[in-house]
Every structure is written in C-alpha cells, then in structure tokens.
C-alpha cells in the first residue's frame, strides 16, 4: 500500500479502486453485491489501513463507511445520497434473512459444547455458525464457516459419517433461519484457533448443565434469569432440543452395550432407533431471501462520451 496516503480522502481513493471502480455491471446491478464488498472494504480499512494513522484516521462505523465510500467512487456516486440510503438500509435487512448453518460441536461424553464469542466486548456467546452463500450446500456452509471461526475442520477430523447424514435443529430467530448439525466425539484438548481477523475473540467449551435453557435442574433455572443468560440467547433456544437428543443418543448406546443380542436381532433394534429420530438430513440446497427490494445503483456506461467522469473520478491504475 502507498505510505504516502494520510487522509481519509486518499485511502478512499485506494478502496474504490481495490473494491468497487473495477466490478462488472451484472454486480452493479444488485445492491446485495455491492453490499458484500463494502463489508470486505471496511475490513480491510480497519485491519490494515487504520492501524497506519490511528489518531487521524476515524473509526467509522459500517453504515458510515459505506455511504462514505459509495459518495466517493466515480461508478456509485451518480446516486443521491438518498437512494444510497434507502438501498443500504434495504440490503442490511436483507442480510439479516440470510440463512444461517452452523455446528454443535460436543465432546465424547456429550455433556460439554464448543462455543464462541464475538469480537466486541458487548458480544455475545453462540455455536460457530455463519451464513450461507448463494447455491451452497448446507452443511458444507455449516463445516466452512465453524472452520473460519474456530480453525478445526470436521470433514478432515473424520467426524462427518460417509453417508453425510448429521443430525440438526433448526430455530428462527428473529426473522432470520438457523440450522445447527450435532458433531460429537471432538476431542476436548482440540487447538482452536480462529482462521479470520477481529471476528472471534474466545472459543470455548461449556458445560451443558451450565447454559440457559436446561429447565430441568434448578441450578440452569438460575442461570436461564441471571446476568449473564442474555449473553447466550442465540444459544438458549436450542438446548431443550439438543437435551433430549442427547438423552436419546445416551440410552441407545447403553442398550446397544448392554444388549447380549448380536446380528440380525440387534440390528433391526438399531435401526428401528434410527428412523424414529428427526431432523436428520444429507447436505440440500437452501432458498435464500429474494433479493432486496427495488432499489439499485445506477449505473455508468464508460462507453458513452456524455457521461466522462472528471479526472479527479478516474480509476487508479
């Protein structure tokens, strides 16, 4: 990068032209695109433009950076400032509909879970999980996000059956679908390590017992109206759920192990068990959101003379 930039103006210039100045049109055409560069520019201005000049560099938030940038760069700044508004705002609830896939990861003895904290110190705790891009499997989303987010990958531990048959639940909450997939057996002493900047600042393992949402013992009833239990509300819907599963699981195993039955016998009792269990499911194609709603950025026909930028506007090189 130039070290000779020091205003915010020049390293906008620097950001229009590594993320917007050179998108194909199709993209230009759908905000929800757009949108997804502007992410990945406030990234990078944050992790490694920022970090150059902090005392004269402002710390924008994401709505604020990105009507920034969208009035600075020539293919984006044709729109007024009210229509970049009304197409941001429509493409962060948009973003808020998209599907989210994740896992439970769970230890041998089924009794403890892998969970993450966000970046922010207000952040709360939840599964690894993020969402979906367009066309891709379910569970493949729900293995590459947990591998971004905490550096272990399932698929390459062994601990996805061939058959790719995982148990799942699945929770809307507020608005916005999740599906989480049940992976037992991961080693406790697993190194966990997030592969992404500034997204997970904890990963850790929880006892079950110790989390909103187990009603059954009085200590999680405590816990389910304490101080802390609104740190784990997207956790919380879905332990009463994994409880069961997990008693389930545990019953079968002792049967299988106590059982003096072998062959046929006892695998027609495992397969009886098998079938009655629900939300299990190969990888399948999920149906995001339509798109967002009308508003788009217009766009610049470069081939057209009527419409020449100013030099200040053209794209670097």
Known sequence: MDASRTTLEDWLDELCA???????KEELQEFSRIGMHLEEAQWFYEDFIRPQNPTTLPNLRIRDFSLRILQ???????????????????????????????????????D???????????????????????????????????YEETGFNVEEAG????????????????????????????????????RTRKEISKIQWYKLVDLPGRV???????????????KFY?????????????????KKKDKIRSSRRTGPALQAEI???????????TETRTDLPPPIPTTTIPRIDFHRTNQRLPPSHLSRT
Not at 18 to 24: K, M, W
Not at 86 to 106: C, E, F, H, S, T
């Open 216 to 230: 059954k013992k009085k200590q999680a009833q405590d816990n389910a109206t304490g101080p802390n239990a609104s």
């Open 72 to 110: 600075h760069c020539p293919v984006t700044s044709i729109a007024s400032l009210d229509i970049l508004e009304k197409a941001y705002d429509n493409w962060v609830a948009y973003k808020k509909r998209i599907p989210v896939r994740g896992l439970i990861m769970l230890n041998e003895a089924m």
């Open 234 to 250: 997207m956790v919380a819907p879905f332990m009463e759920p994994l409880n069961r599963w997990i008693k389930q699981e545990l």
């Open 271 to 281: 397969d009886e068990i098998m079938t009655e269990e629900e939300g299990t499911a």
């Open 18 to 24: 590594r993320f917007l100045n050179n998108l194909p």
């Open 112 to 146: 403890s879970a892998v969970l993450v904290k966000g970046w922010k110190s207000s952040a709360n705790w939840s599964f690894p999980r993020g969402k979906i891009n367009q066309e891709e499997d379910d569970l493949h989303c729900a293995i590459r996000e947990v």
């Open 159 to 194: 601990l996805i059956p061939h058959n790719r048959k995982v148990k799942y639940f699945e929770q809307t909450i507020r608005d916005q679908h999740l599906r989480l997939y049940v992976i037992p057996n991961v080693p406790m002493d697993t190194y966990f390590e997030p």
